[in-house]
Every structure is written in C-alpha cells, then in structure tokens.
C-alpha cells in the first residue's frame, strides 16, 4: 500500500539557520502531497501542498516540491525562528482509499 | 476561513461515562473524519463521514459511536472507555471524500481526553 516515509528526529537548529526535512513516498497513481504542523498541545495546521508533479507548494516561508523522479515533498525553510518549533508531519492522499497517509512526523527544534 | 471547531478542549472521564466530543465546521464541507492521536505519533484515522453517511470504519471498538446530525457537526459518543483510549481527539473536515480525489483535510485543535 501506499506509505510516507520521513526523517527521524528531533532536528535541532539555531535561529537562521536553513531547515531541510525529508520526506519521500510511496504510491500508485498520483497522490497529492501535503506538510502539516503541529505546535506543542494543538491540533494539525496544514502548511503547504501540492497536487501534481514539479509542483511547489509554499507558505510562512517554507517550501516543498513535488518530484515524482524521486518520489519526494522534501520540506526546507531558508531561515528558522523559535516559533517554528514544532511537529511536522508529511502525508500524501491515497486516491484509492480515499485516506489520508501520515508519516511518523519530525520534531523540530530550534533554539535562540 | 477554514476553521473547524472542537469542544470541549479537554476531558476527564472515567471508564463507566458516557461522553460525547463535538465538531463543527461551516465551510460547506461534505466530508468530516475522525483521528485518534497519541503522544509522539501520527493521527490515525477513526471514521469517514461523506454527505451525512458513515463512509469508512476503520475496525474501531462500539465504544466509540460516531454521529453526522448534519452536513455541519459531528459527534462522538463515547461510553464504557479504557484508560489506553486517552488520547488527543482530532475531526477534520474536506470538501468531499470521493469520486478518486481527496480534497485537502482541515483540522480542528483537537480534544484531549484522560480516561481515569
């Protein structure tokens, strides 16, 4: 079936520093990708998406591609701050099922 | 606005309650899911609701009693729970689940439920 794939964490950062979190799937068809985050004791804010190959989606200053070469939505950020510190979770839709596939979600961390 | 609302926020129950989390949305979305989540792990998913209708059971215990009123609120009724069900509670909403392409799921902050 078809499955996400991200980074372990935590990612720790200074302020500034660039952010880069992988994410790669595995689906047949053509899913739509997403990024959601989720701050310490709230629910899933959905960051950015795409819905087709070469696809980048782009929000607070974080972007992601979709590239079906590679199968991935890797997340990257030019320059974090502390309010960034949260859980970020890739997912894909699965067109078959109509369910929404998470990854195991990266923390990040990032210090003044 | 893409806001979906949960209450109550948090909830302490004991195994012998009956409770019920509330959901509401007022985007004209036509499908509404329900996720369990528990500490350090992905959302995992509950019930589909699609144009009023249960769509997807995902095996979930009798305990849990999902209810779609209407288009704009659901409902999980809760009764005879264990404490492994404390979790965060979280519903979500799209503009529809079906026809081979999912709309973008919006989620609400979540219910946090302590089963005593």
């Known amino acids: 079936g078809d499955s996400v794939t991200q980074m372990e964490g935590p990612v720790t950062l200074s302020e500034e520093a660039f952010l880069t979190i992988n994410c790669t799937y595995t689906a047949t068809g053509y899913p739509s990708l997403f990024w959601y985050v989720q701050y310490p004791g709230e629910g899933l804010q959905l960051l950015l998406k795409?819905?087709?190959?070469?696809d980048k989606g782009s929000n607070k200053g974080f972007e992601a591609t979709y590239r079906k070469e590679t199968t991935s939505f890797h997340l990257e950020k030019g320059s974090v701050q502390v309010s960034d510190s949260a859980v970020y979770f890739c997912?894909?839709?699965?067109?078959?099922?109509?369910?929404?596939?998470f990854g195991t979600g990266t923390r990040l961390q990032v210090f003044p | 606005d893409t806001e979906v609302t949960q209450t109550p926020k948090h909830l302490v129950m004991g195994m012998t309650n009956k409770k019920s989390l509330k959901c509401e949305q007022h985007m004209g979305h036509r499908a509404m899911y329900w996720y369990k989540q528990k500490a350090k792990k992905p959302p995992e998913l509950m019930f589909v609701?699609?144009?009023?209708?249960?769509?997807i059971n995902e095996s979930v215990p009798s305990r849990f009693s999902p209810e779609c009123p209407n288009s704009s609120l659901l409902n999980l009724h809760l009764h005879a729970l264990q404490p492994e069900d404390s979790a965060l509670y979280l519903c979500?909403?799209?503009?529809?689940?079906?026809?081979?392409?999912?709309?973008?799921?919006?989620f609400g902050p979540g219910t946090r439920l302590t089963v005593l």
């Open positions: 997912a894909l839709s699965d067109n078959n099922t109509d369910k929404l596939i």
């Open positions: 609701y699609s144009y009023e209708k249960l769509s």
């Open positions: 979500a909403s799209s503009q529809d689940a079906s026809g081979g392409t999912m709309d973008t799921q919006y």
């Open positions: 795409a819905t087709k190959a070469d």
